[in-house]
Structure formats: C-alpha cells, structure tokens
C-alpha cells in the first residue's frame, strides 16, 4: 500500500487512548482529513463510526484492536506500523441504502457497512411482508424483526439471529428473520447482492416497527426499501495473513 502521511483516531475508552498517546508519540501524524491512510484505535463500533466518518471522501482505514471483538481490526502492536501499512491488503465493501419511510410518511436515508434490521418496538410481534426486486416473497412474517446483511456485516447480528455467514466475494446478501413466530421454521434467504428488498409493515401505528442501518435508527417505521449502493464504497486494510475473507472462512469453524 503506498501512502505518504497517516492519521491515528481513537474510540473514547482507556485502552484505545494510551494507545494513541504511545503510537502519536513514536509516529509523525496529520490531521484524518489530510491523511492517506487513517489507523483506527477501538473496536468493531469505532471501526464502522471511522467509516462512516469518511464515506464522502473514502480513504483507506487500517484498524488495531483496542476494544472487545475486534472482527474488523486488525491485532495491535506498537512496533513496525508503517512497515504493516505498506503491506496492508485492501477489502472494499459496497455498503447498503436503507430509505424508511415512517408512519407520517417522512422519508429517511442512510448507509449501512454491516446490516440493515427491523425490530418490533412494543410487546406485540411484528407482521412484514416481503418483496424482492418487485415480487412479494412472503405475504405475513410474524417476528420480532428482520435484518439484511452485507458479507462484511454477516458475522455480527446476523450470526446472533442463526444467519449464514457469507465470504466477501461472494456477491450475496443475507435475509435473516430475528425470532421468527410464523412460518416457524423459516431460516431467512440468500439474495444476489443487487437485489432490492422491501418490507412493509403491518398495522405500523400498532405494531410499531424500527429500522437500524448500523447506529442510524428510525423509528415507527411503515416501509423500508433495501438495496446495495454500487456508487460508494469504503475500503478497510488488513495484515496480509489476517485479511477478512480468512476471517470469515476460520469465523465458520469456530467450536
């Protein structure tokens, strides 16, 4: 990887701090807006923040774990960092577009790296019905919610709900329905990664219905249109024998 200047950012907990005090001190920095590449001190969730920090105008982001999972980072070590840098490997990642639409009838957009997903915001279930690139696939899912998950994103609540977990090159998305009442055993679809899905919410004042895209969450949703957005993408930098499709891949056969 070539680069000239970096920037180091840091989630706000102790570890992620003493860490940019020690590596600010060893390493020559400029400002995350006029550097090459960003290295991100923190978990997953500073790692999706720095992403999204930087969508408009993408720069490669190299993570260092200084949280708790550390899925998407890479492991932390003070020595050699401009050396892992330049023979970092690339892993771009097409995010996804939600547009939710509210029982008001307001229209919201944002950006999803890991999932969009739907939860019930009250005691009583939620009724979706689905549509796939115009064609209703399933009239009633009676649930707690629903997600649509990228590969990147299939590793974290997607897992959780029993979801697959997807290699980046696949080109496929998951649909994974959370706790599932009706059908009972209905395990969710995997979708072509261009495919549009929309859910429509029924009976939205009563069952009322929020939809996340990431840490983006509206609420009293009444519709939610899902596709994968081929004009933005974000690229994250991994230690060659760390890369993220090997994550995946050993993520599979983990006891």
């Known amino acids: 990887m070539k680069f000239d200047t970096i920037a180091i950012a840091a989630a706000g907990g102790r570890q992620a701090q003493k860490a940019l005090a020690n590596l600010t001190r060893r390493y020559e920095t400029v400002a995350e807006e006029d550097a090459d590449i960003v290295v991100a001190l923190g978990g997953d969730g500073f790692m999706l923040e720095s992403l999204h920090r930087h969508m408009k105008a993408p720069k490669p982001i190299y993570g260092m774990n200084r949280g708790s999972v550390g899925f998407l980072m890479n492991a932390y070590q003070e020595d050699g960092l401009l050396e892992r840098l330049k023979k970092a490997e690339p892993a771009k990642v097409h995010p996804l577009r939600m547009t939710a639409t509210d029982t008001e009838g307001t229209e919201h957009q944002a950006l999803a790296i890991n999932e969009v997903s739907l939860l019930r915001q009250t005691r009583l279930a939620a009724k979706l019905r689905i549509n796939i690139d115009g064609i209703e696939r399933m ?117």
Request: charged share 20%; aromatic share 6%; with cysteine.
């Open 139 to 255: 009239a009633e899912l009676v649930c707690d919610g629903a997600m649509v998950a990228t590969p990147a994103g299939s590793t974290a609540y997607n897992v959780s709900a029993f979801g697959p977990i997807i290699p980046i090159g696949a080109g496929v998305l998951a649909l994974t329905p959370i706790s599932a009442f009706r059908p009972r055993r209905w395990r969710g679809a995997l979708l072509p990664e261009t495919a549009n899905v929309v859910f429509e919410v029924s009976d939205p004042t009563v069952r009322k219905v929020s939809a996340t895209a990431d840490f983006t969450e509206i609420r009293q949703v009444a519709r939610v249109e899902i596709c994968r957005d081929p004009n933005t993408a974000v690229t994250l930098l991994f230690d060659p024998e760390h890369d993220l499709e090997e994550r995946i891949l050993k993520e599979q056969f983990l006891p």
